[in-house]
Nanobody, 115 residues
Framework: QVQLEESGGGLVQPGGSLRLSCAASGSILRIFAMGWYRQAPGKQRELVARITSGGTTLYADSVQGRFTISRDNAKNTVYLQMNSLKPEDTAIYCC?????????WGQGTQVTVSS
């Protein structure tokens, strides 16, 4: 069984920054990709950013240039540095991993951008 522990969400003013972390633990043989998705009230879940084991990254157009995804393979941890946050970034952010044997989701962490 695999557990994903997320941290770093919270309330921030527009223009501010937050850093999310997601650490995977348990029976993990190999992680192929790690990523962050978000879901705002009344909207569908969307991909925010994704990073492969080799370091290839993918970003949603709406966060390109403001968010940076990174990972520590030795710690099975993925990070999302979010800068220049906007009110429209308000959502529940969930960690996702694709690993040997399946896919796992975190429970989510709330990010609220408001003055």
């Amino acid at each position: 069984q695999v557990q994903l522990e997320e941290s770093g969400g919270g309330l921030v003013q527009p223009g501010g920054s937050l850093r999310l972390s997601c650490a995977a633990s348990g029976s993990i043989l190999r992680i192929f990709a790690m990523g962050w998705y978000r879901q705002a009230p009344g909207k569908q879940r969307e991909l925010v950013a994704r990073i492969t084991s080799g370091g290839t990254t993918l970003y949603a157009d709406s966060v390109q240039g403001r968010f940076t995804i990174s990972r520590d393979n030795a710690k099975n941890t993925v990070y999302l540095q979010m800068n220049s946050l906007k009110p429209e970034d308000t959502a529940i952010y969930c960690c996702n991993i694709h690993r040997w044997g399946g896919e796992d989701w975190g429970q989510g962490t709330q990010v609220t951008v408001s003055s």
